[in-house]
């Protein structure tokens, strides 16, 4: 079946760690995006790729990093910079560039910060 | 300023009515589409309908369709016949320009409840 996987499903972490939540796809999507979406909120936009070895900052970028060095694969790495890292976090894919815009979201991951 | 506004936090519906779920945008660019995501308490983001700035004519999707009213910025979601399972949290979003744009904003969100 085509679709979206993130992994874990719960992430625990301690203060002062780095932590990579996993997003694969096989939808054969250019156009890959990390999104956080804290209790009672919207989803906001971390970072995203519209091509493999290219990524773009969203709005809040800050304390994450990424790479996209394959197409099926966009990890996301949570940093110690990160100051409330605590949120649950979903990653999306769409076609990209050749057209259709909508994105297709992942189960999600929620981090909890120790 | 808010680029999508969700002015309703929570909806109470009984089952087999329908319902509209609010959602009002702000942006000057002409090219621009609005989507509207379902997320039921397990997490997952399920797209629902998608309204380009160009369509002439509203979105629908089975019980699903886009009450799209662009000279009031409004992009309302309408579900008719309305299930137990329609219950979860609805989430208006938009895209700002041409199609290679890819970003998206997202509403607050409206946690809707269906009573049997």
């Known amino acids: 079946d085509g679709g979206i996987t993130q992994s874990p499903k719960y992430l625990f972490r301690k203060e002062g760690q780095n932590v990579t939540l996993s997003c694969e796809q096989n939808?054969?999507?250019?156009?890959m995006y990390w999104y956080r979406q804290d209790p009672g909120q919207g989803l906001r936009l971390i970072y995203y790729s519209q091509i493999v070895n290219d990524f773009q900052k969203g709005d809040i970028a800050e304390g994450y990093s990424v790479s996209r060095e394959k197409k099926e694969s966009f990890p996301l790495t949570v940093t110690s910079a990160q100051k409330n890292p605590t949120a649950f976090y979903l990653c999306?894919?769409?076609?990209?560039?050749?057209?259709?815009?909508?994105?297709?979201f992942g189960p999600g991951t929620r981090l909890t910060v120790l | 300023a808010q680029k999508i506004t969700q002015t309703q936090p929570g909806m109470f519906v009984q089952e087999k009515e329908a319902v509209t779920l609010d959602c009002t945008y702000d942006?000057?660019?002409?090219?621009?589409?609005l989507f509207w995501y379902k997320q039921p308490s397990s997490g997952e983001m399920i797209f629902l309908i998608y309204?380009?700035?160009?369509?002439?004519q509203n979105a629908t999707e089975g019980r699903y369709s886009l009450n799209f009213q662009k000279a009031r910025k409004s992009a309302n979601l309408v579900i008719s016949a309305s299930q137990l399972g329609d219950s979860a949290m609805y989430f208006c979003a938009m895209r700002e320009g041409d199609e290679g744009a890819q970003k998206l904003v997202f509403g607050q969100g409206t946690r809707l409840t269906i009573n049997p």
């Open positions: 309204q380009g700035s160009y369509d002439q």
């Open positions: 939808l054969n999507h250019d156009a």
């Open positions: 999306a894919s769409s076609i990209g560039l050749a057209g259709g815009v909508t994105q297709y």
């Open positions: 942006t000057s660019d002409p090219s621009y589409g």
